[in-house]
């Protein structure tokens, strides 16, 4: 009897954050204005035109080919969707005419792609609240499943998320959890009731996702061909590749092959008896195998699989610390633009960019250092607790 190959899952993270302005001392108290509004307007059209777009258009038509026979996920963060409707509202049609095919599943996450799930269980709550109604309200469907800032996760996290109902969450396949097991299977945190734990097979995603046009690579060049025969010899129910979009175009250049190998990857896939499938699929046609037991926090952090590159030296835990110590007097004061500005500086692109851990890549960074990022958005926070002061009397 021929053997059933295992189910494709492929999810795919849209995330562009609101870069700080350069941020100096003499701002403090007078200027509220704490992002670069060019510099992302500059950003954001550059990474479109080179990923989203193209590869958008590449799904789109593997999905009409198929017949809706080639299936994805996409995690579209809060800040990314804002930055569309404020620079280019034209462009979020793209993402509206892939959900709508049918073909296409947003997933839940925090909608300023934030450590909230770290520091502070109501704002968790609270940001993963309004990122399902913005998704709601801009694309008229509401994420079943979900997915943290970074695949963050840990069973304290999977346990929240059970109890906002939602019936799945990813998580980074670690091998120190799974003990020896295939990633390649559903598993559920312990005492979980209801969800499940999708798992990221870390060595098949960074093939595409790391790998795919690192010509010191001992596999290079990847071919669709040889990509499906690493996937038939895989045990297990279904593979879960995820990765950034903009391993598609951005990452790997269109001059690097990485269209022509999606083009082909997925027809061969196709022709040769895989099935692609929704994560919401995925979890209506299959049960968990076992525990995953995840008790400190995860990621899926290309060095360490864990928090370091966002908490990994003083500069980030202090302002990360400090950031989330003014909860309460932003609850206190209650007023929804001091909120929103607020939360906007706990996007983690902010504290990625203090690293100065060995290993730790900064080449998105827009400053010349990390110190620098770290003065700007210390001083961007001051002025955050001077108009929370300033509230604070009024009251």
């Given amino acids: ?35 670069d509004h060019w510099l992302n307007t500059e950003i954001l059209e550059r990474v479109y035109s080179k990923s989203y777009l193209p590869a958008g258009e590449l799904f789109l038509e593997l999905i009409r080919q198929s017949k809706g026979e080639f299936k994805l996920s996409l995690s579209l963060s809060g800040v990314l969707i804002e930055q569309f409707e404020k620079y280019m509202p034209e462009q979020i049609d793209l993402f509206k005419e892939l959900i709508q095919t049918g073909s296409v599943e947003v997933l839940a996450e925090t909608y300023y792609h934030s450590l909230a799930s770290v520091y502070s269980d109501d704002e968790f709550r609270r940001q993963v609240e309004k990122h399902s ?4 309200s801009t694309f008229g469907v509401r994420p079943h499943v979900f997915r943290n800032t ?36 559903l598993y559920h945190a312990p005492g ?13 995603s960074d093939d595409i996702g790391s790998r795919f046009s690192a010509q010191d690579w001992s596999e290079y060049p990847l071919t669709a061909t040889k990509y499906l025969e690493w996937l ?39 022709a040769s008896d895989f099935t692609f499938a929704t994560p919401s699929e995925l979890l209506a046609d299959h049960k968990s195998v076992g525990i995953y037991d995840c008790e400190e926090h995860s990621s899926w952090a290309a060095f360490g699989q864990d928090l370091s590159p966002w908490l990994g030296n003083v500069m980030q835990v202090e302002a990360q ?17 001091l909120t929103h500005s607020w939360a906007l500086l706990q996007t983690n692109d902010h504290f990625h960019y203090m690293a100065t851990q060995p290993g730790v890549f900064n080449h998105f960074s827009p400053y010349e250092n990390a110190y620098d990022s770290y003065i700007y958005f210390m001083n961007a926070l001051a002025d955050i607790q001077i108009r929370l002061k300033r509230a604070l009397e009024k009251i």
């Fill in 1 to 35: 009897m021929k053997r059933k190959h295992p189910n494709l899952c492929l999810f795919f993270e849209v995330h562009q954050p609101f870069r700080l302005v350069e941020y100096d001392f003499f701002r403090i108290g007078e200027h509220a204005e704490y992002f």
């Fill in 133 to 136: 109604n913005k998704i709601e």
């Fill in 150 to 185: 970074e695949l963050v996760y840990s069973n304290h996290i999977s346990g929240l998320v059970e109890e906002m109902g939602y019936q799945g969450i990813l998580a980074e396949g670690l091998d120190s959890a799974l003990g020896g097991r295939s990633p390649n299977y």
């Fill in 192 to 204: 979980a009731n209801s969800i499940q734990t999708l798992l990221r097979n870390v060595g098949l």
């Fill in 232 to 270: 038939k010899n895989s045990e297990g129910d279904l593979i879960n590749l995820f990765m950034d979009l903009e391993t598609i175009g951005e990452h790997h250049p269109q001059s690097s092959g990485i269209f022509d190998f999606w083009r082909y990857f997925v027809k061969e896939a196709l």
């Fill in 321 to 337: 610390g400090k950031i989330h110590r003014l909860e309460s007097l932003i609850k206190e004061v209650k007023d929804p633009e």
